[in-house]
T-cell receptor, first 113, second 113 residues
Framework: DAGVTQSPTHLIKTRGQQVTLRCSPI?????VSWYQQVLGQGPQFIFQ???????GRGNFPDRFSARQFPNYSSELNVNALLLGDSALYLC????????????FGPGTRLTVT | DQQVKQNSPSLSVQEGRISILNCDYT??????FLWYKKYPAEGPTFLIS?????DKNEDGRFTVFLNKSAKHLSLHIVPSQPGDSAVYFC????????????FGKGTKLTVNP
């Protein structure tokens, strides 16, 4: 079975631009979460979506937004990019609410110049 | 404030010996703890978990111990293998609310042949 997939793998953007990252969860998984990992740190929670509804939001500015589609795939959008947004963006899926194990994709490496 | 702490940035052990990775937490509301392993250029891989109502969980070479009174957990790998060389993240989930995971900064384990 395919794991969590993310696209693109790498991305280079300029300050002020906008970016959209995509994630497809494991087949049958209905919950998707997004995390940001900067160098030397652990992943930091951005959003959780379940059944197309936002279930949780981390301490990130409103420049960050996300959505989940009927097929449970998800997009993360970041507007007005800052240099500090350079990071590895990880998507994780889990079977349903109340299941603790989250399974991560390989991530999208975003570089803002 | 960092609610999940991994105070050892790195650990080096000999092949065949035991690896012990430590994690401390401050939030008493955490009810589930997970360990993830991460290779370079890959997303974190789920390794093993433990509920806060238990004090030990074992899966093959991996055992996680939880000491709630000390707010401390540890991951034991016996015997250690060179393929275990990776960054290990401790993560915790708070009961109620969103299912976000709070991660430590990680410990880089090197297993020498």
């Amino acid at each position: 079975d395919a794991g969590v997939t993310q696209s693109p793998t790498h991305l280079i953007k300029t300050r002020g631009q906008q970016v959209t990252l995509r994630c497809s969860p494991i087949s049958g998984h209905k919950s998707v979460s997004w995390y940001q990992q900067v160098l030397g740190q652990g992943p930091q929670f951005i959003f959780q979506y379940y059944e197309k509804e936002e279930r949780g939001r981390g301490n990130f500015p409103d420049r960050f937004s996300a959505r989940q589609f009927p097929n449970y795939s998800s997009e993360l959008n970041v507007n007005a990019l800052l240099l500090g947004d350079s990071a590895l963006y990880l998507c994780a899926s889990s079977l349903a609410l109340g299941t603790y194990e989250q399974y991560f994709g390989p991530g999208t490496r975003l570089t803002v110049t | 404030d960092q609610q999940v702490k991994q105070n050892s940035p790195s650990l080096s052990v000999q092949e065949g010996r035991i690896s012990i990775l430590n994690c401390d937490y401050t939030n008493s509301m955490f009810d589930y703890f997970l360990w993830y392993k991460k290779y370079p250029a890959e997303g974190p891989t789920f390794l093993i978990s433990i509920s806060s109502i238990k004090d030990k969980n074992e899966d093959g070479r991996f055992t996680v111990f939880l000491n709630k009174s000390a707010k401390h957990l540890s991951l034991h790998i016996v015997p250690s293998q060179p393929g275990d060389s990776a960054v290990y993240f401790c993560a915790a989930r708070a009961q109620g609310g969103s299912e976000k995971l709070v991660f430590g900064k990680g410990t880089k384990l090197t297993v020498n042949p």
